[in-house]
């Protein structure tokens, strides 16, 4: 089955420093979310990434984030000067092989990587 | 804007029949959506129904869909401890397919 993989699992940061989460997302797939969850709440969309470019954002996308797809394979999201309100576990996710988003496509997720900003 | 809600716990007997429930608000989603997620754990997607559609049946759960009322309903038959996760319905929307996720519903299953 295919399958998504991000790392580290778990990232402790100071507040105000930068961290870079990474995915690898499935082979030949062309678009790319990340979520993230709050502790006991609801996962939320940050950004959809396809074609190297963002293709739509949230609100709480704000300049501190950004996301790249550096070498082909790997997709990360940046946090520029984390907050403790970023505290939270982050998930990508890349939907069914073949590039074009249509609905019913499973949007597979990665295990997350649990960001805590002291 | 667009809001799912869906209520935070079901506790329910081995053996039992649970019925999680998911309201939404943005009428222009095409498919919606029931993911389950064990604790530490990723989001696994368990089943999907078109908005068209008022009901589909996969093995021992059921999708009932009123689009009318903007409700979702899934239907787990013989509720198992391995049910035991948070639950979360979830709409499309956006240019992007992004999902909207419901606030998620603690299952307890009880032996």
């Known amino acids: 089955e295919p399958e998504v993989t991000q790392t580290p699992s778990h990232q402790v940061t100071q507040m105000g420093q930068e961290v870079i989460l990474r995915c690898v997302p499935i082979s030949n797939h062309l678009y790319f979310y990340w979520y993230r969850q709050i502790l006991g709440q609801k996962v939320e969309f940050l950004v959809s990434f396809y074609n190297n470019e963002i293709s739509e954002k949230s609100e709480i996308f704000d300049d501190q984030f950004s996301v790249e797809r550096p070498d082909g394979s790997n997709f990360t999201l940046k946090i520029r000067s984390t907050k403790l309100e970023d505290s939270a576990m982050y998930f990508c996710?890349?939907?069914?092989?073949?590039?074009?988003?249509?609905?019913?496509?499973?949007?597979?997720f990665g295990p997350g990587t649990r960001l805590t900003v002291l | 804007g667009e809001d799912v809600e869906q209520s935070l716990f079901l506790s329910v007997r081995e053996g039992d029949s649970s019925v999680i429930n998911c309201t939404y608000t943005?009428?222009?989603?095409?498919?919606l959506y029931w993911y389950k997620q064990e604790p530490g754990a990723g989001l696994q997607l368990l089943t999907y129904?078109?908005?068209?559609?008022d009901m589909k049946q996969d093995q021992r759960l059921t999708v009932l869909l009123n689009k009318k009322d903007k409700h979702l309903s899934l239907r787990i038959a013989d509720t198992q401890t391995g049910d035991s996760a948070i639950y979360f319905c979830?709409?499309?929307?956006?240019?992007?397919?992004?999902?909207?996720f419901g606030t998620g519903t603690l299952l307890a299953v009880q032996p």
């Open positions: 129904i078109f908005s068209n559609m």
């Open positions: 996710a890349s939907p069914s092989p073949g590039g074009a988003v249509k609905g019913g496509d499973e949007q597979f």
């Open positions: 943005d009428s222009s989603s095409t498919y």
């Open positions: 979830a709409e499309d929307g956006g240019a992007t397919n992004k999902l909207i």
